[in-house]
């Protein structure tokens, strides 16, 4: 099993910088993440060395050709889920193409978890409203959930919960699926349908037990997954029991999160959300990578000379 070194989520100017630095140390470096959304037609006027301004598209085109020149490895894929690995000192990355497993993680997606418009839906958060199923599914076993998303992170979301015997309906809450047709083959095929009433309100005594629709109907249900848009630095710091704030990652002065070998930079660790920051940012969690990964090595390196002495 190929173990690369350090993978960064995020094709961002955080997550460009940290590839930058990592891959210059000489340690594998694979970048996951499509054109994110600074990389638009519209002029960056205030960063360091452009006095004359600088398109957002030209500007990530830029830090992308940058990182390739010294390794770095970038592929456009959405990344579904990040799980601790076997030994401890591994993680798995989940993407809608491949699996991979990495020394190390930086976070830097950006901000962009989507509520799903439900007006009572912090009322039942933890009483049957989860954001995370590897961490909350094991208490819906052989119960009736609702996943709520469009894309196919809601799908993935879905299959995950298949695992513990759950009854799954996806709501997309209005939104225009946005599933490739083999992930639909698969719900097809375990028998997760769709329901595109918008769901409004959510009812129950203490703990949820129905939701309420747009037109008034109602359905009972057990639990409710948030799953909007694609999976966002949030959605990867519930799954690997992150220490969170509103909707940011903790990271301390080194860009470290509480959990060994996961960093974060950038507008999703919600300091100053400007480029040049995120910059900063991402050469600094680079930097504090590239240590964890070496020590690691150097560990690995000590042990096996011991078994051969």
């Known amino acids: 099993m190929q173990i690369i070194d350090i993978t960064i989520i995020g094709q961002g100017p955080a997550g460009l910088s940290a590839a930058i630095y990592t891959s210059r140390a000489g340690l594998d470096t694979l970048v996951l993440g499509c054109e994110p959304k600074v990389a638009g037609d519209y002029d960056i006027d205030n960063y360091f060395g452009f006095p004359e301004g600088i398109k957002g598209r030209e500007l990530i085109q830029r830090g992308c050709e940058h990182a390739s020149r010294f390794g770095a490895e970038l592929r456009c894929e959405r990344v579904l889920s990040i799980r601790q690995g076997d030994d401890d000192q591994s993680f798995k ?74 009854r799954v309906l996806i709501c997309p809450q209005g939104k225009k699926v946005d599933i490739p047709d083999y992930y639909l083959q698969r719900l097809h095929e375990s028998d997760i349908s769709f329901v595109h009433k918008k769901i409004v309100r959510l009812d129950g005594d203490q703990v949820l037990q129905k939701i309420i629709f747009e037109d008034g109907s109602e359905q009972e249900v057990d639990g409710v997954f948030v799953a909007m848009g694609e999976a966002s630095s949030l959605d990867f710091a519930y799954s690997l029991g992150l220490i969170t704030h509103k909707m940011f990652v903790d990271v301390d002065h080194e860009q470290k999160t509480n959990v060994p070998g996961i960093f974060a930079a950038g507008d999703c660790v919600g300091t100053f959300l400007q480029i040049s920051v995120a910059v900063g940012e991402g050469a600094v969690a680079g930097r504090s990578a590239i240590n964890h990964v070496k020590q690691l090595k150097k560990e690995a390196a000590e042990a096996a000379k011991a078994t051969f002495e």
């Open 93 to 166: 990355i989940k993407t809608d193409q491949n699996e991979y497993y990495t020394r190390a993680v930086i976070l830097a997606t950006g901000v962009s978890r989507v509520r799903p418009g439900i007006k009572n839906l912090t009322q039942y958060e933890g009483r049957g409203v989860s954001y995370c199923v590897s961490c909350d599914g094991f208490f819906f076993r052989n119960k009736k959930v609702v996943v709520l998303g469009e894309g196919l992170f809601a799908a993935n979301q879905a299959l995950e919960l298949l695992e513990y015997n759950a």
